[in-house]
């Protein structure tokens, strides 16, 4: 499994893999790689809302042919009983995926209540600097376009820390950044940001 490390200005190549490795995921990246130590060979992976979940899920079943269930708290008890027994039958990895912890997912079932107890939880945390630098970078690489160190280090100080917050962002200043017909600076990280609150900046977006 490949991670992107993005020094400014630098774009990523297609074959790099999906997502960002910083110390916000890397143990749930490092547990990904090495899912032939998973206990009962199951691992729960939770977090924030566009924290590369399903980005990190898909690169897990290329690389170790394992079984997934994203959003795997609206599912029904008994598909994910039989998803986990399927799973234990072929001897391949499991991974369960969802933005809401297990305590939460109201589960009933007795047998799968204890499996999912014994399993390994993971949760990716709240993206760190290197994190939220990285993402606007690879969002406007992808476009060919890059944002200047000045704009990066203007919202690093003032903006709402979630992934949500990263995504909304970038693409404000992307949709500003068309419409002036300018690059990804100082002035178009400033009119962005002036379109949220950020009175708050514990608020998950």
């Known amino acids: ?19 960002l490795v910083t110390a916000a995921n890397a143990e749930v990246h490092r547990h990904l790689q090495h899912w032939r130590d998973w206990p009962h060979n199951t691992l729960i992976l939770t977090g ?10 898909a690169a897990f079943v290329t690389d170790s042919g394992g079984l997934c269930l994203d959003d795997a708290a609206d599912h029904e008890d008994v598909e994910i ?10 001897d391949r990895p499991l991974l369960l995926v969802s933005a809401r ?7 009933v079932l007795p047998d799968l209540q204890s499996r999912l107890a014994a399993s390994l939880h993971l949760e990716i945390g709240a993206p760190d600097q290197a994190m939220i630098d990285g993402l606007f970078q690879k969002y406007f690489a992808m476009r060919g376009l890059t944002i200047s160190e000045d704009a990066l280090r ?10 949500a917050m990263v995504r909304q962002l970038a693409e404000k200043m992307d949709a ?3 419409e002036a017909k300018k690059p ?9 940001l002036g379109f949220f609150d950020v009175s708050d900046k514990k608020v998950e977006f």
């Open 1 to 19: 499994m490949s991670q992107i490390a993005l020094p400014l200005e630098q774009k990523p190549s297609p074959d790099q893999g999906g997502y």
């Open 48 to 57: 924030p809302a566009a924290s590369g979940k399903t980005t990190m899920a």
């Open 81 to 90: 009983f039989h998803l986990w027994n399927r799973a234990n039958n072929e």
């Open 101 to 107: 912890p297990v305590k939460q997912w109201d589960v």
């Open 154 to 163: 203007y919202l690093e100080k003032r903006m709402v820390r979630s992934y």
């Open 176 to 178: 500003l950044a068309i």
């Open 184 to 192: 990804i600076n100082l002035s178009i990280a400033k009119s962005a």
